[in-house]
């Protein structure tokens, strides 16, 4: 079982910046491909970025390109979203998740979830 804990999430307002973390225990955190998602009320679930194992590939939206930035510390077993320049339209509940491909399509575990609001 893969638990993933997120945190970091909260009020912003535009033009702010927020770190979100995802951490999960265990040895086994580098092999799996990190991801975050992000779900706004009453819209679908929508990916944001991804990171391979070793770090050395990242894949983001174009709504976030340039923006954030993906990163893991594999040592720590923790990946990170540092989001700057934050847009009202960023507010969404952000999800970590771990896959076996990159980039994740339907990743396999999912965290509860940080809730990110923006307002301008």
């Known amino acids: 079982q893969v638990q993933l804990v997120e945190s970091g999430g909260g009020l912003v307002q535009a033009g702010g910046s927020l770190r979100l973390s995802c951490t999960r225990s265990g040895r086994t955190f580098v092999r799996y491909v990190m991801a975050w998602f992000r779900q706004a009320p009453g819209k679908e679930r929508e990916f944001v970025a991804a990171i391979s194992r070793s770090g050395d590939m990242t894949r983001y939206a174009d709504s976030v390109r340039g923006r954030f930035t993906i990163s893991r510390d594999n040592a720590k077993n923790t990946v990170s979203l540092q989001m700057n320049s934050l847009k009202p339209e960023d507010t969404a509940v952000y999800y970590c998740?771990?896959?076996?491909?990159?980039?994740?399509?339907?990743?396999?575990?999912w965290g509860q979830g940080t809730q990110v609001i923006v307002s301008s």
């Open positions: 998740a771990a896959d076996n491909i990159f980039p994740p399509t339907r990743p396999n575990y």
